[in-house]
């Protein structure tokens, strides 16, 4: 995953956003960082890992992906919108069912249960 | 070919008789007119009508007694006769009785004064129940079997009957016994021939039929001439029997056959049959080529059709035949196999073709169970290889199977006692292998479907039985060749390389009923386990609220509970209804749809305090609009203090009981629709269901509940309640069905426990009642037989699995309110107390609507909530 390669990021970017344990395994949480509005997601199937991207969706015009149900399609570990239900890839921020509509995608990682993003 | 068209060009039709035949032709000449348009034919057609209502299903007559109206019998959709293209090309008149024809003038004189000229004639006058000559046969207690009206007054003189008798013992006779034992009547039929059903049964068949009707309750007299109906001692009527033998009852009711209705014909110079019948040839043409004749009052090569399927190919040939005079597609009727299957008093009857073995050199099959009571008999031709006919009483399940292969002259199995003998041990059934039908079997006789159209509906898409039945009709009448249907379309899935998967999603080879069975006989508790034991990858938007449903269903565990939250979509999640803005509505219950000023005023502080919009529901509650996240446990707990619950508007699961106000205040109720309401509604809440289920409980017919419109409908009668199931509104409104009638209140509740956990046990994900009752492969007997008749033996243990429902219920709210771990998660951002800057509202008729994204754009963010609505917006910190 992306953010293994923290390193490369500047050290200031990384916020320190929330505890692991805030976040319900294999759902996700917003996260205000820096004025913007990141959803956040904790995804466990034996070793624990969060992902980060944008919370608005395009297709909705809601705030609302950090609600949505996650899952994998494929190799692909997703969201999907719970207003629509269009999915978007959770390392990347590409909408699946439409890629003009995708959002960004942030560096996350865990640290002594402590959740960072980089924005 | 094509001058004549124009000689017939503005065709005035006239159809003397509006019965099921009739309505079928009308049905069938506007759609071919419509089909020849726009250079077709101007086609206007006047119906006449004797009876005071247009055409009614007269097939399904004795469910008049079992709770049906007239209205639902009607074969006439509603305002169809008042729709724009049919008014300018039909007139219907009612109450009009065709008086004589002349066919020098060609002209029809009608009992209303009309006369009416016609181009072509059509008469299907049906028939009449024939009254046998017996002295006292006019008595005011004596009756026939025939229209809406006779059960009109059979019902009036049934309310002070004790007991009825039905004289024949026939199919129709048989019916009309069910009538009688409906309206509550010690029950009689007398037989003049030895046995029952006669035409159709041979004599051990006959045995067993009649063990079958009498444990029914129903008392059997065969042998009996009746010779005279006096005045009785200890009922109102004797009925004395030429064997010296008498049986007084009530009332009596002649179902002693049919004789056509041919008196117009005959009157007119037309030539009819010996023994009655208007004689037709196979185009259906009487003997004035500008008349035709079809139905119950045609002969046709000596014979009468009393079956209503060989009436509808004589309709739609004459149909053909005058709207479409320039179609190459000569039609023409080749009489018709009068194999029937029915159920009579829940007992399955078949007879198929030469049920009594005439044939010469033919040989029969046997088998019979006295225990079970069930027999079966097949007619094997002399040399071996073909099934001339077949008879079954007490069960008939391979009818279809059988009647294909008389049809089609399909060479039998080596063994061909195994078509009706029980399965044993490893020896599978012969099945008929659908792919030796030929391509023109018709598969669907109600509805003139072939196997050719069923194939090529599948390769249009038609996958499901319910798409099917949609695309082609096929099944979607009697449903009798629903069975043959699925094997058509699954074998030419398989053909075309369809899948035929009904998996849930790529991380479960397993169908959803396929899975709730996994999980309830491995007492799987979680999702994770189950992914575990069964599934693959991390589940997905499909699987999990599926699974989340299916342990809800099971075990009733709070959804909120940490294994199962992350299952949850979003609505569940938050227990409240996400809006387009990304704010929630909040639905308190209110049980039947009552409630006190005090909870109404309640609601409203509520709604006023937190500047929630405020919309009645069409399930008789109030939804409130316009909550964000972090206020939903503060508008829950002030809700929770005001007496009310969780409304589950969220959840797939049972939402609202919708009652009308009932006997308690309207004047026309006969039954307490509010109190059941809230009985029922307090019982099932809550219950997790593959989808949303409503119910609506009426207190009379007039039904203001719309109860019929429901997944589950209640109706109180001047008995009980009947209970109607399986119905729908939203986008594709569906009747629901009768299921039972007159039962008591714990009558009610134990079938609807059964039903609902059946629904729950078997249906495919997000598939609502009516979808699920239209992919069912035995339709509504089956339904009946599981929920009424126990007949999978499931009774018990679907109601102990809906009483565990009820006794685990909890309110969610009260549980996520309470609960901290839960409590904490209702805020916008994890990091911050601030609220969504995208939720913004404006003022719309005094109450606040989500601002559209251009308004939004036009205001500051940071004082967006302040400039757009004049509404407190109160979030209370954590």
């Known amino acids: 995953?992306?953010?293994?390669?923290?390193?490369?990021?500047?050290?200031?970017?990384?916020?320190?956003?929330?505890?692991?344990?805030?976040?319900?395994?294999?759902?996700?949480?917003?996260?205000?960082?820096?004025?913007?509005?990141?959803?956040?997601?904790?995804?466990?199937?034996?070793?624990?890992?969060?992902?980060?991207?944008?919370?608005?969706?395009?297709?909705?015009?809601?705030?609302?992906?950090?609600?949505?149900?996650?899952?994998?399609?494929?190799?692909?570990?997703?969201?999907?919108?719970?207003?629509?239900?269009?999915?978007?890839?959770?390392?990347?921020?590409?909408?699946?069912?439409?890629p003009v509509r995708s959002?960004?995608?942030?560096?996350?990682?865990?640290?002594?249960?402590?959740?960072w993003v980089s924005a | 070919?094509?001058?004549?068209?124009?000689?017939?060009?503005?065709?005035?039709?006239?159809?003397?008789?509006?019965?099921?035949?009739?309505?079928?032709?009308?049905?069938?000449?506007?759609?071919?007119?419509?089909?020849?348009?726009?250079?077709?034919?101007?086609?206007?057609?006047?119906?006449?009508?004797?009876?005071?209502?247009?055409?009614?299903?007269?097939?399904?007559?004795?469910?008049?007694?079992?709770?049906?109206?007239?209205?639902?019998?009607?074969?006439?959709?509603?305002?169809?006769?008042?729709?724009?293209?049919?008014?300018?090309?039909?007139?219907?008149?009612?109450?009009?009785?065709?008086?004589?024809?002349?066919?020098?003038?060609?002209?029809?004189?009608?009992?209303?004064?009309?006369?009416?000229?016609?181009?072509?004639?059509?008469?299907?006058?049906?028939?009449?129940?024939?009254?046998?000559?017996?002295?006292?046969?006019?008595?005011?207690?004596?009756?026939?079997?025939?229209?809406?009206?006779?059960?009109?007054?059979?019902?009036?003189?049934?309310?002070?009957?004790?007991?009825?008798?039905?004289?024949?013992?026939?199919?129709?006779?048989?019916?009309?016994?069910?009538?009688?034992?409906?309206?509550?009547?010690?029950?009689?039929?007398?037989?003049?021939?030895?046995?029952?059903?006669?035409?159709?049964?041979?004599?051990?068949?006959?045995?067993?039929?009649?063990?079958?009707i009498e444990s029914l309750g129903v008392t059997v007299h065969t042998h009996k001439n009746t010779t005279a109906i006096v005045d009785g001692e200890s009922a109102a009527n004797r009925m004395v029997f030429a064997d010296g033998t008498h049986l007084e009852v009530d009332m009596i009711v002649f179902s002693a056959g049919i004789r056509p209705r041919d008196e117009l014909a005959r009157a007119c110079g037309l030539e009819?049959?010996?023994?009655?019948?208007?004689?037709?040839?196979?185009?259906?043409?009487?003997?004035?080529?500008?008349?035709?004749?079809?139905?119950?009052?045609?002969?046709?090569?000596?014979?009468?059709?009393?079956?209503?399927?060989?009436?509808?190919?004589?309709?739609?040939?004459?149909?053909?035949?005058?709207?479409?005079?320039?179609?190459?597609?000569?039609?023409?009727?080749?009489?018709?196999?009068?194999?029937?299957?029915?159920?009579?008093?829940?007992?399955?009857?078949?007879?198929?073709?030469?049920?009594?073995?005439?044939t010469p050199g033919s040989r029969s099959y046997r088998f019979a169970d006295e225990r079970r009571e069930v027999y079966k008999k097949i007619v094997v031709s002399g040399c071996g290889k073909h099934l001339l006919g077949a008879v079954m009483v007490g069960d008939a399940a391979e009818y279809g199977t059988l009647l294909q292969m008389v049809l089609n002259r399909i060479e039998l199995p080596e063994a061909p006692e195994f078509l009706i003998l029980p399965q044993a041990d490893g020896k599978a059934k012969p099945a008929l292998g659908v792919e030796a039908l030929p391509e023109g079997a018709q598969i669907c006789s109600c509805n003139n479907v072939s196997k050719a159209q069923i194939c090529a509906a599948v390769r249009d898409g038609a996958t499901s039985l319910g798409a099917m039945k949609a695309a082609t009709c096929a099944g979607a009448s009697c449903g009798g060749c629903v069975p043959l249907v699925t094997q058509i379309m699954k074998s030419e899935m398989q053909r075309q390389g369809m899948a035929v998967n009904n998996h849930l999603c790529e991380h479960f080879p397993y169908s959803r009923q396929a899975l709730y069975h996994l999980v309830r006989v491995e007492n799987i508790k979680t999702f994770g386990d189950l992914l575990a034991k069964h599934g693959r990858g991390l589940g997905c938007d499909v699987c999990k609220p599926a699974v989340g449903g299916i342990l809800a269903s099971c075990w009733n565990e709070f959804v909120l509970k940490k294994e199962h939250a992350s299952l949850q979509d979003s609505n569940d999640y938050y227990l409240a209804n996400i809006q387009r803005d990304g704010t929630y509505s909040v639905v308190p219950r209110m049980p039947g749809g009552e409630v006190t000023p005090e909870g109404l005023i309640a609601v409203g502080m509520v709604a006023k305090k937190y500047g929630l919009y405020t919309k009645i529901t069409g399930g008789q509650r109030v939804d409130l609009f316009?909550?964000?996240?972090?206020?939903?446990?503060?508008?829950?707990?002030?809700?929770?203090?005001?007496?009310?619950?969780?409304?589950?508007?969220?959840?797939?699961?049972?939402?609202?009981?919708?009652?009308?106000?009932?006997?308690?205040?309207?004047?026309?109720?006969?039954?307490?629709?509010?109190?059941?309401?809230?009985?029922?509604?307090n019982r099932y809440k809550g219950l997790r269901a593959p989808h949303k289920i409503k119910f609506g409980v009426s207190g009379c017919t007039r039904e203001c509940a719309e109860a019929q419109g429901k997944d589950i409908g209640?109706?109180?009668?001047?008995?009980?309640?009947?209970?109607?199931?399986?119905?729908?509104?939203?986008?594709?409104?569906?009747?629901?069905?009768?299921?039972?009638?007159?039962?008591?209140?714990?009558?009610?509740?134990?079938?609807?426990?059964?039903?609902?956990?059946?629904?729950?046990?078997?249906?495919?994900?997000?598939?609502?009642?009516?979808?699920?009752?239209?992919?069912?492969?035995?339709?509504?007997?089956?339904?009946?037989?599981?929920?009424?008749?126990?007949?999978?033996?499931?009774?018990?243990?679907?109601?102990?699995?809906?009483q565990l429902v009820v006794d685990t219920y909890e309110c969610e709210w009260q549980k996520a309110v309470t609960d901290p771990q839960t409590r904490r998660r209702f805020r916008h951002f994890v990091n911050s107390d601030e609220g969504d800057q995208h939720v913004a509202f404006v003022e719309e008729r005094g109450q606040i609507r989500p601002a559209t994204p251009e308004e939004r754009q036009q205001i500051p963010v940071r004082a967006q909530h302040e400039t757009l609505a004049e509404i407190p917006v109160v979030v209370e910190a954590v």
């Open chain 2, 272 to 358: 009819v049959g010996a023994r009655g019948g208007i004689v037709i040839d196979d185009a259906c043409r009487t003997s004035d080529p500008d008349i035709y004749a079809i139905g119950e009052c045609a002969l046709w090569q000596g014979q009468i059709f009393g079956l209503v399927a060989p009436g509808y190919d004589m309709a739609r040939i004459v149909a053909k035949t005058i709207a479409g005079a320039t179609s190459a597609e000569a039609a023409s009727f080749e009489g018709a196999d009068m194999s029937t299957k029915l159920k009579l008093m829940g007992v399955d009857v078949a007879s198929i073709g030469d049920a009594h073995g005439k």
């Open chain 1, 103 to 115: 959002v960004n995608a942030f560096a996350a990682r865990v640290e002594n249960g402590q959740v």
């Open chain 2, 714 to 802: 209640i109706i109180a009668t001047e008995r009980g309640w009947n209970l109607y199931v399986c119905g729908n509104g939203g986008m594709k409104p569906r009747h629901a069905e009768l299921l039972a009638a007159d039962l008591d209140r714990a009558t009610l509740i134990r079938y609807i426990d059964r039903f609902l956990m059946f629904y729950v046990r078997t249906a495919d994900r997000l598939q609502r009642t009516s979808v699920w009752r239209d992919n069912l492969e035995g339709g509504l007997d089956y339904l009946i037989d599981v929920v009424v008749h126990d007949k999978l033996g499931l009774a018990t243990e679907l109601e102990a699995e809906m």
């Open chain 1, 1 to 98: 995953m992306s953010y293994v390669a923290s390193n490369a990021i500047a050290q200031d970017t990384w916020v320190p956003v929330c505890k692991l344990d805030d976040i319900v395994p294999n759902t996700g949480v917003c996260a205000l960082v820096k004025g913007e509005q990141i959803a956040v997601f904790h995804i466990d199937d034996g070793d624990a890992r969060v992902f980060a991207i944008g919370n608005y969706d395009p297709n909705s015009q809601a705030a609302v992906l950090s609600r949505g149900l996650v899952g994998s399609l494929g190799e692909r570990i997703v969201v999907a919108s719970p207003i629509y239900k269009h999915h978007f890839d959770l390392s990347t921020g590409e909408c699946l069912e439409d």
């Open chain 2, 626 to 681: 316009g909550a964000r996240v972090e206020q939903l446990p503060f508008i829950w707990e002030e809700l929770i203090d005001a007496g009310f619950e969780s409304g589950h508007a969220y959840g797939k699961a049972v939402r609202t009981v919708k009652s009308c106000v009932g006997s308690t205040w309207c004047r026309y109720g006969v039954g307490d629709s509010v109190g059941l309401a809230i009985d029922v509604e």
């Open chain 2, 1 to 212: 070919m094509t001058q004549s068209t124009l000689v017939v060009n503005g065709l005035d039709v006239v159809v003397i008789g509006h019965g099921m035949v009739g309505h079928k032709f009308l049905e069938c000449v506007l759609a071919d007119v419509a089909q020849s348009a726009p250079d077709g034919l101007d086609v206007r057609v006047t119906v006449l009508c004797e009876e005071p209502r247009p055409a009614y299903d007269r097939v399904h007559l004795s469910e008049f007694f079992a709770g049906k109206s007239a209205g639902e019998l009607s074969l006439v959709s509603e305002g169809f006769f008042a729709r724009d293209d049919i008014r300018e090309r039909v007139r219907l008149v009612l109450n009009a009785q065709a008086v004589s024809i002349d066919r020098a003038a060609r002209t029809v004189s009608v009992s209303n004064g009309e006369t009416l000229a016609y181009d072509k004639l059509v008469i299907a006058t049906g028939s009449s129940p024939f009254v046998p000559s017996i002295a006292g046969n006019d008595r005011t207690d004596c009756f026939v079997y025939r229209t809406i009206e006779d059960l009109e007054a059979m019902r009036l003189r049934g309310a002070s009957a004790k007991s009825g008798v039905v004289v024949g013992g026939g199919l129709l006779g048989l019916e009309c016994a069910k009538a009688l034992r409906d309206l509550g009547l010690d029950t009689h039929v007398v037989e003049f021939a030895p046995r029952l059903m006669a035409v159709q049964v041979d004599e051990d068949g006959g045995r067993m039929l009649r063990g079958k």
